[in-house]
Antibody, heavy 123, light 107 residues
Framework: EVQLVESGGGLVNPGGSLRLSCAAS????????MNWVRQAPGKGLEWVSS????????YYTDSLKGRFTVSRDNAKSSLYLQMNSLRDEDTAVYYC????????????????WGLGTLVTVSS | DIQMTQSPSSLSASVGDRVTITCLAS??????LNWYQQKPGKAPKLLIY???DLETGVPSRFSGSGSGTDFTFTISSLQPEDIATYYC?????????FGQGTKLEIK
């Protein structure tokens, strides 16, 4: 059974940092692109970042302005999102999602999603 | 960025009704469109990919159509468990972008 479990969220002061993790199981993690998508409270979905299976290609939404870094460790079947210089507007539930099409890059067919982890940026 | 405009923003319908949601892209995206269902407090669930292909395990009452800039999502016979917010999303161009969502309620 495919499972994605996010962790690392919490309350952080503006300007602070957090590192989110997404632990994958039930599939060959190293062959799939992965994505981060966020959802601010009461708002819609926003794509954050994508990383291909071997980290060859990495993409970010422009609004992050270099504050976030996505990475993966295929040996540990884990996806990460390092979030620096956090702002109030980064408050959201962060989801990791697998792209189901081999060779896909960015939200082509995100067939499995984690439950999400809540990041709250507030003083 | 490609803008995705869904209509309506909210919809109230009765069990058994045929429900239709539209999604308009600001430029031609071919068939590079997904549809999701999101229930309160839950993660999004992919229902339709490539505009009209039904994701594995999704009931056949859900369907999608369209290409270019105009897309339609249909529930042929609304069930109580279909109460959710539905989103379209394009993946033709970076960044992938979502519609604002359509909240579906039971009348």
């Amino acid at each position: 059974e495919v499972q994605l479990v996010e962790s690392g969220g919490g309350l952080v002061n503006p300007g602070g940092s957090l590192r989110l993790s997404c632990a994958a199981s039930g599939f060959t993690f190293s062959t799939y692109s992965m994505n981060w998508v966020r959802q601010a409270p009461g708002k819609g979905l926003e794509w954050v970042s994508s990383i291909t299976s071997t980290s060859t290609y990495i993409y970010y939404t422009d609004s992050l302005k270099g504050r976030f870094t996505v990475s993966r460790d295929n040996a540990k079947s884990s996806l990460y999102l390092q979030m620096n210089s956090l702002r109030d507007e980064d408050t959201a539930v962060y989801y990791c999602a697998r792209d189901g099409d081999l060779g896909a890059t960015t939200l082509t067919r995100p067939d499995y999603w984690g439950l999400g982890t809540l990041v709250t940026v507030s003083s | 960025d490609i803008q995705m405009t869904q209509s309506p923003s909210s919809l109230s319908a009765s069990v058994g009704d045929r429900v239709t949601i539209t999604c308009l892209a600001s430029q031609d995206i071919s068939n590079y469109l997904n549809w999701y269902q999101q229930k309160p407090g839950k993660a999004p669930k992919l229902l339709i990919y490539d505009a009209s292909d039904l994701e594995t395990g999704v009931p056949s009452r859900f369907s999608g159509s369209g290409s270019g800039t105009d897309f339609t999502f249909t529930i042929s016979s609304l069930q109580p468990e279909d109460i959710a917010t539905y989103y379209c999303q394009q993946f033709d161009n970076l960044p992938p972008t979502f519609g604002q969502g359509t909240k579906l309620e039971i009348k």
